[in-house]
């Protein structure tokens, strides 16, 4: 995949962002920019806009004005497809795996590859390559699956949350957006899903930044290098990890230090 | 029991972590789910030794021909139904569709010939097929509710067009009436329509892009759309195929009969309904295969044949048939807990 690049520009330079239903503002002129390799928590109480934030980078939720730059390219998103196809990735809270179907038929979902040929032009899946590379991608991940071909419904909650983030790590691309990925979990299998987010970036030879959302500021904090908080839809703090303290953060999220 | 634990899987339950075990549960669930097919086969197999026993016309070349001729039409519209109810839908009004199709077809073959009235019957299978699409993708209108509608208005629709009358069509025997000799015995066309179109669905369904995208649009239509997959597009093609199986079953019915009655295809929506839920799909989406629906059409129709040729009241027919369905929906319900179950934790 190649993109459009100008040289010495953030991976991603968010501007002025806003989301407002009627008099509501979800999002209220937010601006800040994000470098490769970096990952970022994203903090907020419940209703701070971080969710609507993330949905405005995934292009599932049309922002009502602010501008949002890859690589000082700007983009406008008006469907997930269109943010995807600009190698932004995201892992939403619910999921979004079809039980019914193993790993590999999950990774390529919406993405199936077809056979060359006349059959391709006939819409035959290419089941094999899929699988090929599916496997390929899951033995470089440090979590381990039994079974390939076991269905994502005989798996256990972690499971399927490692196989969502293996599924956006697999596709790649610039920005990975992970919406409360450790919410529905038991404190083993969030220390896990944890472990393997951190072992994708640092394995990663490409050029990629991550936002995860949080409400656990645990979770966020044994991850990120840079903390973002929100409160009611504006960006009040952005602070290096190395710079401030669980406190500070704590008083930023609830507003304490105002 | 058996048979709803394979069509559904079975989860290990939450917060496990990864264990060996998956592998042996994914086994497990796969060897039953073979079970649940050989079920069905099971059940047809030995509806055919009974009646073998207790009938000395059952199975004979002819009789066996007859049950493949019944179970024709409900098979080909059963395949696009079970294409439907994979991707959560269902189109109840394809028993009045085909009687409009007829109706239409008999008309227009009686007043500008058979060519004419081979398009027309085509043209009206597809106007009813994009009255649903339309609905149900642009007005998001539930499937059920639309085709309910379409199924009442059609049948006077039908009724309007032949003027309440049955209407004969002269001459045209081919769909219906004509057969091959295969081995020495003559396997009707209708026959040959009915496994060409199995086939095509199978194809569809289970190697094709298309048929993949199908299947996670009913399991979860959420994911599907995230994941970019066109629903409104792909269901749509669903609608469509499925004005195309009602087109072929209305000729193949009025070459067979050699006329159109107000009540031509009158309840073969839920004779359709019945084989492809007897066949595995799940109303909730996600499970089905044409060949479960396929083994689940022969088992209604070696059914209703059996007990014709025992001289049982034709009333246990009906009653036979709501047990396999209600046998069905009840197995298919309790998969469906169990999974529910598993997801709450």
Not at chain 1, 91 to 101: P, R, T
Not at chain 2, 299 to 317: E, H, K, M, R, T
Request: aromatic share 6%.
């Amino acid at each position: 995949m190649s993109y459009v690049t100008v040289p010495g520009a953030p991976l991603l330079d968010i501007r002025g962002l806003s989301k407002h239903y009627g008099t509501i503002r979800a999002l209220d002129d937010v601006s800040f920019t994000l470098d490769r390799d970096e990952i970022v928590g994203l903090l907020g109480d419940n209703g701070a806009g971080k969710s609507t934030l993330v949905k405005c980078l995934a292009g599932a939720v049309i922002p009502t004005a602010g501008e949002v730059y890859l690589h000082g390219d700007r983009k406008v998103f008006s469907t997930p497809a269109e943010a995807r196809d600009e190698g932004i990735e995201t892992v939403y809270q619910q999921l979004a795996l079809v039980d019914i179907f193993d790993i590999p038929a999950n990774f390529y979902l919406g993405r199936e590859v077809v056979r060359s040929g006349w059959r391709g032009k006939l819409g035959i899946l290419n089941r094999r390559l899929m699988r090929k590379r599916a496997r390929a991608a899951v033995e470089a991940l440090p979590a381990r699956f039994p079974n390939l071909d076991a269905e994502i419904e005989t798996m256990s909650g972690g499971q399927r949350q490692v196989v969502a983030i293996s599924r956006a790590g697999f596709w790649g691309g610039r920005l990975l957006l992970l919406d409360e990925p450790t919410a529905a979990l038991g404190v083993k299998e969030a220390a896990a899903v944890l472990e393997m987010i951190g072992a994708m970036v640092s394995s990663s030879d490409t050029d990629m930044a991550m936002i995860v959302i949080s409400h656990n500021m645990e979770h966020v904090w044994s991850i990120c290098t840079r903390l973002l908080i929100l409160r009611q839809g504006r960006l009040v703090a952005d602070l290096p990890k190395s710079e401030t303290t669980r406190q500070e953060v704590v008083a930023h999220i609830t507003g304490a230090t105002a | 029991m058996a048979k709803a634990r394979s069509d559904r899987g079975r989860g290990d339950g939450d917060g496990i972590p990864a264990t060996p075990a998956g592998g042996v549960m994914s086994k497990l669930t796969s060897r039953v789910r073979f079970t649940a097919m050989q079920a069905r086969v099971g059940v047809l197999i030995l509806l055919c030794v009974f009646f073998t026993i207790r009938s000395p016309f059952f199975f004979t070349s002819t009789n066996l021909v007859n049950v493949l001729v019944n179970g024709a039409v409900i098979g080909i519209i059963g395949s696009a139904m079970t294409l439907l109810l994979v991707a959560r839908q269902v189109d109840v009004s394809v028993g009045s569709a085909i009687g409009f199709a007829g109706a239409v077809f008999a008309v227009f073959a009686r007043d500008y010939g058979m060519a004419w009235g081979v398009v027309a019957a085509i043209a009206a299978a597809m106007a009813i097929a994009g009255i649903n699409a339309v609905a149900i993708i642009k007005f998001r209108v539930n499937s059920i509710l639309t085709t309910l509608a379409t199924l009442v208005a059609f049948r006077g629709a039908s009724k309007l067009v032949m003027d309440g009358r049955a209407v004969r069509v002269e001459g045209f025997r081919f769909l219906g009436r004509t057969r091959f000799e295969v081995w020495g015995i003559e396997i009707p066309v209708a026959v040959i329509v009915l496994l060409l179109v199995v086939a095509i669905f199978y194809v569809v369904m289970r190697l094709t892009k298309y048929g993949q995208q199908m299947y996670a649009i009913g399991a979860n239509p959420q994911a599907a759309r995230l994941a970019g997959i066109p629903l409104e597009r792909q269901v749509g093609i669903a609608f469509v195929l499925t004005g195309a199986t009602v087109a072929l079953a209305a000729m193949i019915v009025v070459s067979q009969v050699g006329a159109v009655s107000p009540t031509t295809g009158e309840r073969m929506e839920f004779l359709a309904l019945t084989g492809v839920i007897v066949g595995g799909a799940s109303l909730y989406g996600g499970r089905g295969s044409v060949i479960g629906t396929l083994v689940a059409i022969l088992i209604l129709a070696v059914l209703d044949n059996g007990l014709v040729l025992l001289q049982v009241q034709s009333f246990w027919q009906e009653v036979s048939r709501g047990v396999l369905l209600l046998g069905a929906v009840v197995f298919d319900q309790l998969g469906r807990r169990e999974a529910e179950v598993r997801m709450d934790v």
